[in-house]
């Protein structure tokens, strides 16, 4: 099964938290007590959307964290790529080159390399702003693909 890590999960559950009140100045304390993280967890989080510029701090007495960018204009791929600590790929060599040594004649690489365009694509096309107010998953399923008929699942010609 293809899954994203804990800490990119947390991350995101922080920033879509941070971007149902984009103005407010939230504490790591603060986002670990009101979504039952650890508060050393959300500090982690916090740092490194920070190194990536998706929240900025704000030092002081009244300090904390906002968004770095309006919520409509942070990917859940730019999330992905701030928590994950490889480039992004559902193979490894779907994400690096010079990685396998049948890379050259592999009969499937070119087939892993463009479904992880789909998923990246996929990433890149919701934003925070969605995450924050989610849309009923009938209202984006497509027709299953196991509905159709083989050759059409293949995109191959009958």
Same mark, same amino acid.
């Given at each position: &099964? +293809?899954?994203?890590?804990?800490?990119?999960?947390?991350?995101?559950? /922080?920033?879509?938290? &941070?971007?149902?009140?984009?103005?407010?100045?939230?504490?790591?304390?603060? #986002?670990?007590?009101?979504?039952?993280?650890?508060?050393?967890?959300?500090? =982690? !989080?916090?740092? #490194? +959307?920070?190194?990536?510029?998706?929240?900025?701090? /704000?030092?002081?007495?009244?300090?904390?964290?906002?968004?770095?960018?309006?919520?409509?204009?942070?990917? !859940?791929?730019?999330? /992905?790529?701030?928590?994950?600590? =490889?480039?992004?790929? +559902?193979?490894?060599?779907?994400?690096?080159?010079? /990685?396998?040594?049948?890379?050259?004649?592999?009969?499937?690489?070119?087939?892993?390399?463009?479904?992880?365009?789909?998923?990246?694509?996929?990433?890149?096309?919701?934003?925070?702003?969605? &995450?924050?107010?989610?849309?009923?998953?009938?209202?984006?399923? =497509?027709?299953?693909?196991?509905?159709?008929?083989?050759?059409?699942?293949?995109?191959?010609? =009958?």
């Amino acid at each position: &099964m +293809l899954r994203i890590s804990k800490i990119t999960d947390y991350g995101t559950l /922080v920033l879509t938290h &941070m971007a149902s009140m984009p103005e407010h100045l939230f504490s790591a304390s603060d #986002l670990a007590a009101t979504l039952g993280l650890g508060v050393p967890t959300v500090s =982690k !989080v916090l740092k #490194l +959307l920070g190194h990536h510029g998706l929240v900025l701090s /704000v030092r002081g007495l009244h300090g904390g964290y906002r968004l770095g960018r309006s919520p409509d204009q942070i990917s !859940v791929a730019q999330i /992905v790529d701030a928590l994950e600590d =490889k480039p992004f790929g +559902l193979t490894e060599c779907s994400a690096n080159s010079g /990685v396998c040594s049948i890379e050259t004649s592999c009969r499937i690489r070119a087939n892993w390399q463009r479904i992880n365009v789909v998923v990246r694509g996929a990433l890149e096309d919701v934003t925070l702003a969605e &995450m924050v107010r989610p849309v009923p998953i009938e209202c984006v399923i =497509k027709p299953r693909l196991a509905d159709a008929e083989p050759t059409a699942r293949l995109g191959r010609q =009958k």
